[in-house]
């Protein structure tokens, strides 16, 4: 059974259909990449798996439940296995590193200060940030704010975890260590993961699978092997002839 089971998903914004029955299973432990072109639904759906967005028509079950028609309240527990980077890394401008990794484990877990201190300096070593939990984010290169971002996240050790764009607005060094550390957070933690990207090269590189959504629904999935030689018309097109002999030649 998948970790997460999501069918027939509709989401519309006034006469606008973003998703149209939208399929996708999600497996635990592996890394599921969703691509698309802009505006095709992938940070939607996302949402709408987290309960940050109702949806208008479909299920989405998570372990065997169905948590779309939650309430609040119980999205709260829900969200307690699931842990989220957003795009814009959405870090609290006014705590310092310590309390924003903190923040999750104050929420949503009963641990002690020192239970908690030890945790964040933990957490912020696995990102490789160690020791910086008094700088304010403002101090903070974008690169060292993903992480930071990563790191509360993950402090709080959840089952799932939703990156959005993790390697956005950043260089391709930055790029490649955000990779790296995803990787490694798989590996250490051993969570399952769900990305969301426009880097097709870092798809590439992280994902057990691809799913590409077009006109509101999973066009394709597979691992990126397959995806390359795939010869359906809509992923040929969306990989494109030159990217596609990137994608080989890395």
């Known amino acids: 059974m998948a970790l997460f089971e999501v069918r027939g998903l509709r989401k519309a914004f006034g006469r606008h259909v973003v998703l149209d029955g939208l399929d996708i299973d999600i497996f635990a432990g592996e890394i599921v990449t969703i691509i698309g072109e802009s505006g095709s639904g992938k940070s939607i759906l996302l949402k709408a798996m987290m309960g940050l967005l109702d949806i208008d028509e479909g299920t989405i079950r998570f372990d065997g439940a169905d948590v779309a028609g939650q309430t609040e309240q119980e999205w709260t527990q829900t969200r ?3 842990g989220m980077l957003f795009q814009e890394s959405a870090l609290f401008d006014s705590l310092d590193v310590y309390e924003n990794v903190a923040y999750a484990l104050r929420v949503q877990t009963t641990r002690t200060e ?21 700088m304010a984010p403002s101090d903070l290169s974008g690169g060292m704010r993903k992480r930071v971002a990563l790191a509360r996240a993950v402090a709080v050790r959840p089952e799932v975890v ?3 764009e993790p ?4 260089d391709p060094i930055n790029v490649t260590r955000v990779n790296r550390l995803l990787l490694g957070l798989q ?15 870092a798809a590439f590189a992280i994902s057990d699978r691809l799913a590409l959504i077009h006109d509101g629904a999973v066009a394709a999935t597979a691992a990126p092997d397959a995806f390359l030689e795939s010869s359906n018309p809509v992923v040929r097109e969306f990989i494109g002839d030159r990217m596609r002999r990137v994608l080989r030649a890395s």
Do not use: C, M, W
């Open 80 to 82: 307690r296995r699931i």
């Open 114 to 134: 020192e239970e908690i201190a030890t945790r964040v300096s933990e957490t912020l070593a696995l990102v490789g940030l160690p020791g910086i939990e008094t």
């Open 162 to 164: 939703f990156y959005d």
């Open 167 to 170: 390697a956005e607005g950043l």
């Open 187 to 201: 590996k250490t933690l051993q969570v399952t993961s769900v990305v969301v990207t426009h880097n097709l090269k």
